[in-house]
C-alpha cells in the first residue's frame, strides 16, 4: 500500500450506457417483486428466481462501477472488503440472509448493500433515475455507489485496508487541537460519524443539508394543493420561536394566548418528571448499533421538547377543517430497515407534550373557536435517498397534495436526500484536504488517491 494508486477518471462512453441500462433494469426489476412476500409464501421457484436477480442487480452493480472502485477492489483483498467484492460468494451469503429476513438484526457488511437496494416501498425507483440521471455529475454518482457498496472511503474504511494507520477522526482530531483538548480517544471516522452533527467540523453542513431537504419538500406542498383545501403554512422562519408565533399570527386567536399552552405543557412536564422514560426500544437500539452507529441528529434529544429551544420545522392551519398540523422533518441514516419507524418514534417523542397541551387546550375552546384538531405529521427522509412511499403519500393525502403530484413530490425529495447527503460528503473531503501539509504529495495512499478523484470536478 506504500505505493500510489494513479487512477483514470476517463470512460469510454458505451461503458457509460451499459452501465444506464443495467442500473435501470436493475431498478425495474426491483419495483416489481418483494423477495419477502415471496419466502413467505414458500415458492421455491421464485424465490431462486429473486435471488438470482439479486445476484445479478449485483453483479451489475459492482461491474458497473468504474475504474476507481476496481483498483480498490485490488487494493481490498483482505478482510470484510474481499467478500463484498467477490459476487459468487456474495450470492450464497445473500440467500442465507434472505431467508433469515425477519430475524435481521445485524446484516453482515457483505450484503447490506443487496438488502438496501432490494428493501420494498422505499422509492428505490427514484434512487436509479437519481444515479440514471445526465444532469447528475459521474463523480457524485460514484460517491453515492461507494456509499450503497460500502467502499466509501472514509479513515475507518482507509484504516480496514491498511491506508491509515488508526480508525478514529481526523477531523475531530484537529477540532480537539485547536481546542488544546486530548485527543487520545477519538470517535471512529465512520460515514455515519462524518454525516452527523456529532463531528463538529461536519455540524454546520449536516444541519444546512436538513434544512434544504426540508426548503425544497415544503414549495410543492404548498404549491400543489387540491381544490378545496384551505392550508396556511405559518412561520417559516425556522428561528422564530412558537410563542413569538403565537403572538404574530392568527394562532393566537384561534388556540388561546402562548401563555395557557405553555401553563398546560409545564404542567405536564412536571407530572410526567418521575414517570417519563424514554421511548421504548431506544435502549435496545443503542446496543444493536454499536459500530454502526446511526447518524441521528446530535440535537434530537427525548428529553429536549422545551419550548422555544426546540420547535417543529412548521406549523401549518387548514381553516376550512380546523386542523392544526405540527410538522417536522428528520433526515436519518437508513442503513437500517427500520429507520423509518425509529424516526418516527423520535418525533413523536420530541413533540408529545407541545402536542398534548395543543389538544388540551384546543379542546376546552368554546365558541367559533371550538372543534380545532390537531395533527402531528412526520416526514422521514433517509440519507441516502430512502423514502417510505406509502407514508409519504398517505401525509401528502392528508395535507390535501393533489394526488397526481404526489409522485413527482417524492421523487423530488429523493433527489434531494441525494444532492444533501453529496454535499455533506463533499464537505468532508474538503476539510480533509484542508489539513493535508502543503508540500505533501496528496497521492501517497489509496485514501488521499480517492480523495483527489472525488473532490476535483
Ligand atoms: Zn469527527
Redesign the pocket.
Known amino acids: 500500500m506504500s505505493t500510489g494508486v494513479t487512477m483514470d477518471d476517463t470512460q469510454p462512453e458505451n461503458d457509460l450506457r451499459v452501465e444506464r441500462q443495467r442500473w435501470s433494469e436493475a431498478c425495474d426489476s426491483m419495483g416489481e417483486s418483494s423477495p419477502k412476500q415471496m419466502i413467505r409464501g414458500g415458492a421455491e421457484f421464485q424465490r431462486q428466481k429473486v435471488l438470482n436477480q439479486a445476484e445479478n442487480n449485483w453483479k451489475a452493480f459492482l461491474g458497473s462501477t468504474d475504474t476507481g472502485l476496481h483498483r480498490i477492489e485490488q487494493a481490498a483483498s483482505t478482510g470484510a472488503q474481499s467478500d463484498l467484492m467477490d459476487s459468487t460468494r456474495w450470492g450464497w451469503s445473500c440467500m442465507l440472509q434472505l431467508q433469515e429476513a425477519d430475524n435481521w438484526v445485524k446484516p453482515a457488511v457483505t450484503t447490506w448493500a443487496a438488502e438496501f437496494l432490494l428493501r420494498d416501498g422505499e422509492s428505490r425507483e427514484f434512487l436509479g433515475s437519481w444515479i440514471n440521471s445526465s444532469a447528475v455529475h459521474e463523480a457524485k454518482k460514484r460517491r453515492a455507489k461507494q456509499v450503497i457498496t460500502f467502499s466509501f472511503p472514509c479513515g475507518r474504511w482507509l484504516h480496514m485496508i491498511g491506508a491509515r494507520a488508526s480508525p478514529g477522526?481526523e477531523?475531530?482530531k484537529r477540532?480537539r487541537n485547536m481546542d488544546r483538548k486530548t485527543t487520545d480517544v477519538l470517535?471512529p471516522?465512520t460515514l455515519a460519524?462524518?454525516q452527523s452533527a456529532?463531528?463538529?467540523?461536519?455540524k454546520k453542513s449536516v444541519i444546512g443539508a436538513h434544512n434544504r431537504c426540508w426548503k425544497y419538500f415544503i414549495g410543492p406542498i404548498s404549491t400543489h394543493g387540491e381544490a378545496t383545501r384551505d392550508l396556511e403554512f405559518i412561520g417559516g422562519d425556522k428561528d422564530k420561536q412558537l410563542e413569538k408565533l403565537w403572538a404574530e399570527t392568527q394562532l393566537g386567536d384561534i388556540l388561546h394566548p402562548w401563555v395557557e399552552i405553555a401553563d398546560e405543557a409545564e404542567r405536564l412536564l412536571e407530572n410526567d418528571q418521575a414517570t417519563r422514560r424514554v421511548p421504548d426500544g431506544n435502549q435496545a437500539d443503542k446496543e444493536q448499533e454499536g459500530n454502526q452507529a446511526v447518524a441521528r441528529d446530535e440535537t434530537d434529544t427525548y428529553n429536549e421538547t422545551i419550548f422555544g429551544r426546540r420547535r417543529p420545522e412548521s406549523i401549518a392551519v387548514e381553516w376550512s377543517s380546523k386542523v392544526l398540523y405540527v410538522l417536522d422533518f428528520k433526515r436519518t441514516s437508513d442503513r437500517r430497515r427500520n429507520y423509518r419507524e425509529r424516526g418516527e418514534a423520535r418525533a413523536r417523542a420530541q413533540y408529545d407534550v407541545l402536542v398534548k397541551s395543543l389538544e388540551k387546550v384546543a379542546g376546552e375552546a368554546v365558541g367559533e373557536n371550538s372543534g380545532w384538531k390537531i395533527k402531528l405529521i412526520i416526514f422521514v427522509g433517509g440519507t441516502c435517498g430512502s423514502v417510505h412511499a406509502e407514508t409519504l403519500n398517505n401525509n401528502l393525502k392528508e395535507l390535501g397534495v393533489i394526488e397526481s403530484k404526489r409522485n413527482t413530490v417524492r421523487k423530488g425529495l429523493v433527489h434531494e436526500l441525494r444532492n444533501a447527503q453529496d454535499t455533506v460528503l463533499c464537505s468532508y473531503f474538503a476539510q480533509r484536504s484542508g489539513e493535508r501539509g502543503e508540500g505533501r504529495r496528496w497521492k501517497s495512499t489509496v485514501g488521499e488517491a480517492f480523495q483527489g478523484l472525488d473532490y476535483l470536478e
Request: hydrophobic share 25%; with cysteine; proline share 8%.
Open positions: 477522526c477531523l475531530c477540532e470517535p471516522e460519524h462524518i456529532r463531528c463538529k467540523a461536519q
